[in-house]
């Protein structure tokens, strides 16, 4: 009885449901004793894990086609009716994607919120399908706890550091900013009791082995999301290169692998070619130069995303900074003897989208095969079915948030400087006396450099 209760444990399956949009291994049904709960916690070690996952059997995809399209393409072969109908959703994708972007900043949040939601839903569906013959107390309920705590905790701080002006106009947004952090601290610690109070006797393994499912996935899903709100508040420009970028490549690598590929790239994901891989680079790059062209040439795209608070609504004017005005580069030598040019005029951040596609056709794929190798592990086709020829929203954003990541980190290492603005408005909430003394350091300081006696000749 043993090996048959490891092999439905170490195969990820249920008796009761299967997870939406993916198939798992069929396996025995698990037995009710006490004495069986207990082989199936105890009983495990990792090779056994390992080598019954490498010989159960490979996964027989199910068809999520919809109809009308499996009777449009009836008559061509699977490799290409499978082309024409990713190609179409992605084409409907994209459109979607530039009625959000029209549609301005605030709903661009509220979709990033929505899309954080439902690749957090999709990861934990699987654990919770996985391990749902367990029927582990409290086990989903605690999850959406942690994901509330956790948003909270970020969106506040985004709110207090974003809207600082708004937060200390309202008094019940004050207090909140000012205890922001121990309150968080005292929701997680609510959630860290509950989780402590609901572990049962022989079910002990399992319900640690959920709570770190849990919290992995909250690093993974919000804290990379919360990058994504992040970026879009230093210009949308930020938010939309980088995605295009990551579209892009996935796109053009899928092109080049489909007609030129030959040589498998990685095995945890058997369809990827370095012919696609390369192809996808190369593309990657020329598009990032074109479309961060486009872009800089509009305020709306370049400018900080700030709040009003005149008119209580986002704006995207400003000048805009040295970034995004034409330069003239002289161009090398040797290049110049291939090209014949020796001047070029570009936008500065066309060099920092270099190094924007650069990571998002070499470093982003990555991404991808970390969620290729956790589908591999539970054996699952895909993380849900909810578009079809696509798979779950967290199939196409896996590579998204690695971006987002690079995006952030990027921007606070060569782009972002301090913000006067908010420099101000914090030293508008000091007290009177802290504000005199900064005052008359700030004063002395400039005495120091000449500059205020410079400013005071010119009046």
Same mark, same amino acid.
């Given at each position: 009885? &043993? ?19 993916v198939?798992?291994? %069929? ?20 090779? =056994? ?23 449009a ?11 024409? @109908? ?15 972007? $029209?549609?301005g900043p ?8 929505c ?29 959406? $706890? ?12 985004t709110?207090? =550091? $974003?809207?600082?002006?708004? &937060? ?7 207090i ?30 399992? #319900? ?33 290169? %980088?995605?295009?970028? @990551? ?19 990685i ?13 996808g680079?190369?593309?990657?790059v ?7 062209? &486009? ?11 700030e709040?009003?608070n005149?008119?209580n609504?986002?704006t ?10 034409? #330069? ?21 951040? #066309? ?61 606070a ?6 913000? %006067? ?15 005199l ?17 410079a ?5």
């Open positions: 009885m &043993v090996p048959r209760i490891q092999s439905s444990l170490l195969l990820g399956t249920s008796d009761r449901e299967p997870v939406a949009g198939s798992l291994v %069929p396996s025995h049904r698990l037995g009710s004793r006490e004495s069986e709960s207990e082989a199936k916690v105890d009983g495990e070690t990792a090779s =056994d894990s390992e080598s019954r996952a490498e010989a159960s059997p490979p996964l027989i995809p199910a068809d999520d086609t919809p109809e009308v399209l499996n009777r393409f009836s008559s061509l072969s699977s490799r290409w009716k499978n082309w024409w @109908v990713r190609g179409i959703l992605t084409l409907a994708m994209i459109a979607f994607f530039f009625v959000i972007i $029209y549609l605030l709903v661009l949040m509220i979709i990033v919120m899309v954080q939601i439902k690749c957090f839903h999709e990861i934990i569906t699987i654990g919770y399908n996985v391990y749902h013959s367990y029927d582990l107390p409290w086990f989903r309920t605690l999850s959406w $706890y942690f994901l509330l705590c956790v948003n909270y905790f970020f969106y506040g701080e709110v207090t =550091d $974003y809207f600082f002006t708004l &937060v200390q106009r309202e008094e019940p947004l004050r909140l900013s000012k205890y922001h952090r121990f309150i968080s601290f005292t929701l997680y610690l609510t959630g860290f009791c509950m989780f402590v109070l609901s572990l049962v006797k022989k079910h002990y393994r399992l #319900q640690f082995y959920m709570f770190g499912w849990t919290h992995v996935t909250l690093l993974i899903v919000v804290t990379q999301s919360h990058l994504v709100i992040h970026n879009l508040f230093e210009g949308m420009i930020w938010f939309i290169v %980088p995605i295009s970028c @990551v579209i892009c490549n996935d796109i053009m690598a899928y092109m080049f692998g489909f007609f030129f590929g030959r040589t498998p790239l095995k945890l994901s058997p369809k990827k070619t370095w012919e696609g891989f390369i192809g680079f190369f593309a990657t020329v598009f990032g130069l074109l479309l961060s062209y &486009v872009m800089s040439g509009y305020r709306c795209f370049v400018c900080p995303v709040y009003n005149d008119t609504s986002f995207v004017d400003c000048e805009p900074s040295d970034l995004f005005r034409l #330069q003239e580069y002289v161009i090398p030598g040797v290049i110049q003897s291939i090209i014949g040019w020796k001047i070029v005029r570009m936008y500065p951040f #066309q060099i920092h989208s270099i190094a924007l596609s650069t990571f998002a056709s070499l470093i982003g794929p990555f991404g991808g095969f970390f969620a290729s190798g956790f589908k591999r592990a539970f054996k699952i086709k895909d993380f849900a079915n909810t578009i079809p020829g696509h798979g779950g929203i967290m199939d196409r954003f896996d590579c998204q948030y690695l971006m987002a990541t690079f995006v952030n980190v990027y921007i290492s060569f782009i972002r400087g301090p913000n %006067p603005s908010k420099l101000i408005q914090q030293f508008l909430t000091l007290r009177p006396d802290q504000q003394h900064i005052f008359n350091t700030l004063k002395s300081h400039l005495t120091d450099k000449g500059m205020l006696t400013a005071a000749e010119d009046e």
